[in-house]
């Protein structure tokens, strides 16, 4: 597996940690429609749906990680969700939300971004 890629498993794996200590269930991780993939499905509150974008870096030189979250992705997550609330039959409220990263042998930072964008 390459190093970035490494990379992102290591921060999807401390972003369902995070979101664990905070309360929430996680309901399915890469969740996969066409071309879109939600990193994790989660929810705390039973009528909201939390879609969550992880975005992990080692270094925030070129940006924050949450600044690579593009309009074409945001489209693709919209999507999956879409596919994922209809094909499970849910009647829920759906949240977008990213979490950020910063992972390496200096720093271990996780933010969380409820609400990150909105999808219409």
């Avoid at 992972?103 to 933010?111: A, H, L, P, S």
């Amino acid at each position: 597996m390459a190093s970035h890629n490494e990379l992102g498993a290591l921060g999807e794996k401390l972003a369902v940690q995070f979101l664990l200590r905070e309360g929430y269930e996680i309901l399915e991780r890469n969740f996969r429609f066409q071309k879109a993939e939600i990193d994790i499905i989660a929810q705390r509150e039973i009528d909201v749906v939390v879609m969550v974008e992880v975005k992990t870096r080692n270094s925030s030189y070129f940006g924050d990680p949450q600044s690579f979250v593009t309009p074409a992705k945001i489209k693709l997550l919209v999507k999956a969700a879409n596919e994922y609330i209809i094909a499970n039959g849910l009647d829920v409220e759906v949240r977008f939300d990213i979490i950020a990263v910063l992972k390496n042998e200096k720093t271990e930072q996780i933010e969380h971004f409820p609400n990150a964008f909105y999808h219409f």
